[in-house]
């Protein structure tokens, strides 16, 4: 599958942004999406999963009750809403979709992930 993200940007602390991630070439009804996020030298950070038609989803503390994250079977899409936001949250921020090669693969609860998009940057500054 193809995933391309958008609406990253720059925001003051306290805004709001909305991510988006189009899939293509994939199904992705009652499969685990998530979004990711990584700042130069760290590992990548998992940050929201969706898991099947919104049967459940699981938040990093970092982020918890500040962002929400939502899927559209019938666009192929997930998003990320993203409020109150701290100059911590600033990162480049990835879509990932369950599945794909074992090698390198980043666990989010029961979910296996390595396909990716190519990321969107946020930044939180005022």
């Known amino acids: 599958g193809q995933l391309v993200e958008s609406g990253g940007g720059v925001v003051q602390p306290g805004g709001s942004l909305r991510l988006s991630c189009e899939v293509s070439r994939a199904p992705i009804g009652g499969r685990c999406m998530a979004w990711f996020r990584q700042t130069p030298g760290k590992e990548r950070e998992a940050v929201a999963r969706?898991?099947?038609?919104?049967?459940?989803?699981m938040y990093s503390d970092s982020v918890q009750g500040r962002f929400t994250i939502s899927k559209d079977n019938t666009e192929k899409s997930l998003y990320l809403q993203m409020d109150s936001l701290k100059p911590e949250d600033s990162a480049m921020y990835y879509c990932?979709?369950?599945?794909?090669?074992?090698?390198?693969?980043?666990?989010?609860?029961?979910?296996?992930?390595?396909?990716w998009g190519q990321g969107t940057q946020v930044t939180v500054s005022s």
């Open positions: 990932a979709l369950a599945g794909g090669p074992q090698d390198g693969s980043i666990y989010f609860g029961s979910c296996r992930f390595n396909y």
């Open positions: 969706i898991l099947g038609d919104e049967i459940s989803v």
